[in-house]
């Protein structure tokens, strides 16, 4: 049965501390509806209602333009191991990039990245738990490092030019707000 909350309680908070993976839900007003898979350690709960993710350099920025439309997100986490859980946190959030005064605040909470694109901060104004007993059992291995092999190869000057001509609209066309 599902429980909604009003906020990241205890067993929620360390639920969301043993999870190896997360996936991020947006979408603008028209078009594709964006659901992306995030890894590494890439994800901080910054109290009961407001978390921060670090987003790298990728082949879309949908996430970046649709908020700048609609500012809904819904984060996901679901148990590959142990009891079944899937977890959601619905809330609003914004994009803060490098050039941005709360950078300063916010960057220093995940390690250097070269392919740090932008941090998201979310207000999370409900959580809910799921059942999640017809998710997949799997075993974890380890996190890949290809992106940040391929982000430190191109070095911070090439990962800028990649969001050029990459970066800068959304696959609906729409403006990305991408920061250079």
Known sequence: MGKLLPSIDEHTLQ??????????????TTGKVNLSPKGSDSFRVLSPNQVAWL??????NETAAHLL????MTIMMCAFEGKPNIMRLYGTAKAIYEQDPEW????PLFEDNTGAR????MEVN???????MAVPLYDYIEQRDLL?????????????EYWKAKNMVSLDGLPTGQKI
């Open 104 to 107: 300063t605040t916010y960057s």
């Open 69 to 72: 439309e609609n500012n809904r």
């Open 118 to 121: 932008q941090i998201f901060l």
């Open 126 to 132: 409900q959580v809910q738990h799921s059942c999640g």
């Open 55 to 60: 987003n790298l350099t990728g082949s879309g």
């Open 148 to 160: 940040d092999k391929t982000h430190d190869k191109l070095g911070r000057e090439k990962v800028k």
């Open 15 to 28: 639920f969301i501390k043993t999870q190896k993976m997360f996936f991020v839900a947006t979408a603008a």
